[in-house]
């Protein structure tokens, strides 16, 4: 995966930006990270699932996968320290996933 500005040729739909304004993050972090086509990819997958699941049973066992996946990206954390621009995208959806399956 690789993560690079200004990639995506589609602007975030407002929606999903609306709801990224309720996670606390800057405006200008939300733009810069939403302008890679992946990141905008997978944000957009977990909002539509948000939006999509009504059961509260696999909302919470979604939520248990994101945080143990993110939770072992973490463990790797010395690989991705080296750069900043993929640990401050993984903190990004990490903050993300956080608000919206608390």
């Known amino acids: 995966m690789i993560f690079v500005h200004g990639t995506t040729t589609y602007a ?3 929606a999903i930006r609306k709801e990224l304004s309720k996670c606390k993050i800057q405006r200008d972090r939300i733009r810069n990270r939403m302008s890679n086509v992946r990141v905008q990819q997978i ?3 977990l909002y539509l699932s948000k939006r999509i699941i009504t059961s509260k049973g696999v909302m919470k066992h979604q939520a248990y996968i994101l945080n ?3 939770d072992r990206i973490g463990e790797c954390g010395t690989l991705f320290d080296k750069n900043p621009l993929i640990s401050s995208t993984f903190q990004f ?3 993300v996933i956080d ?3 608390n």
Do not use: H, Q, S, V
Request: aromatic share 26%; proline share 0%; charged share 15%.
């Open 68 to 70: 143990e996946y993110f």
């Open 99 to 101: 608000t919206w399956y």
């Open 12 to 14: 975030t739909n407002n």
């Open 43 to 45: 944000i957009t997958l």
């Open 93 to 95: 959806m990490k903050i």
